[in-house]
């Protein structure tokens, strides 16, 4: 299975971004999906989670109220919406499957990372 990620730009502090990431090669209908993003310098960080049919959602505290994690498991795909976005959200941001058992917040997780998408928020 391949993922990869998309939606990313540049948008001024309070802006707001959609991610998308789309899978081919396999169904995901059955698996968790999470992102993930890394900063410059920073190890990859959780982002948020959601089950395989997203009824389990878990967010980082540094984006919960401001970020939305969203599934269609017709087509494939996994959203994030990121609004009041805030400089130090830049980085790069990551989707995953899940393929361990686990809370959904480790990379340790996770496999088939996508390239990733730059998301830079500045004025």
């Known amino acids: 299975v391949q993922l990869q990620a998309s939606g990313g730009g540049l948008v001024q502090p309070g802006g707001s971004l959609r991610l998308t990431c789309v899978a081919s090669?396999?169904?995901?209908?059955?698996?968790?999906l999470g992102w993930f993003r890394q900063a410059p310098g920073k190890e990859r960080e959780f982002v948020a989670s959601?089950?395989?049919?997203?009824?389990?959602?878990a967010y980082a505290d540094s984006v919960k109220g401001r970020f939305t994690i969203s599934r269609d498991n017709a087509k494939n795909t996994m959203y994030l919406q990121l609004n009041s976005l805030k400089p130090e959200d830049t980085a790069v941001y990551y989707c995953?499957?899940?393929?361990?058992?686990?809370?959904?917040?480790?990379?340790?997780?996770?496999?088939?990372w996508g390239q990733g998408t730059l998301v830079t928020v500045s004025s």
């Open positions: 959601i089950n395989y049919n997203g009824g389990i959602i």
């Open positions: 090669g396999r169904d995901l209908s059955r698996n968790g």
């Open positions: 995953a499957l899940k393929t361990r058992i686990g809370p959904g917040k480790s990379k340790s997780e996770y496999d088939n």
